[in-house]
């Protein structure tokens, strides 16, 4: 019973010692390609604050966008519905003619 448990035991330290190799294995970056050129080198504070601006105007233009958007959605809707209580009403003036 004895060595039975020594072999289990040692088989998990075995497997628990595999699994922490293979996992710093996987965290080490891949070697870049033969040939590949070399990252930029790391952006200046001032390259910093003008790339946030950048994002900043891109998204204020983009939010802009989807509120115009949002707008004429509203206003094409709201068209629809008047043109459609004008049929309404015109259907409604025509029925007691006809009869």
Same mark, same amino acid.
Request: charge should be positive; avoid cysteine; glycine fraction near 2%.
């Given at each position: 019973?004895?060595?039975?448990?020594?072999?289990?035991?040692?088989?998990?330290?075995?497997?628990?010692?595999?699994?922490?190799?293979?996992?710093?294995?996987?965290?080490?970056?891949?070697?870049?390609?033969?040939?590949?050129?070399?990252?930029?080198?790391?952006?200046?504070?001032?390259? #910093?604050?003008? !790339? &946030? *601006? @950048?994002? $900043?105007?891109? %998204?204020?233009? =983009? +939010?802009?966008?989807?509120?115009? /958007? #949002?707008?004429? !959605? &509203? *206003? @094409?809707? $709201?068209?629809? %519905?008047?043109? =459609? +209580?004008?049929?309404?009403?015109? /259907?409604?003036?025509? !029925?007691? *003619?006809?009869?």
């Amino acid at each position: 019973m004895k060595k039975v448990l020594s072999t289990i035991v040692a088989a998990l330290v075995a497997v628990s010692f595999s699994a922490v190799v293979f996992a710093s294995d996987a965290a080490k970056p891949a070697a870049p390609a033969a040939g590949a050129e070399v990252a930029a080198p790391a952006a200046t504070p001032a390259d #910093a604050k003008k !790339a &946030a *601006a @950048e994002k $900043k105007a891109a %998204a204020k233009k =983009a +939010a802009a966008e989807k509120k115009a /958007a #949002a707008k004429k !959605a &509203a *206003a @094409e809707k $709201k068209a629809a %519905a008047k043109k =459609a +209580a004008a049929e309404k009403k015109a /259907a409604d003036v025509a !029925a007691p *003619a006809a009869k």
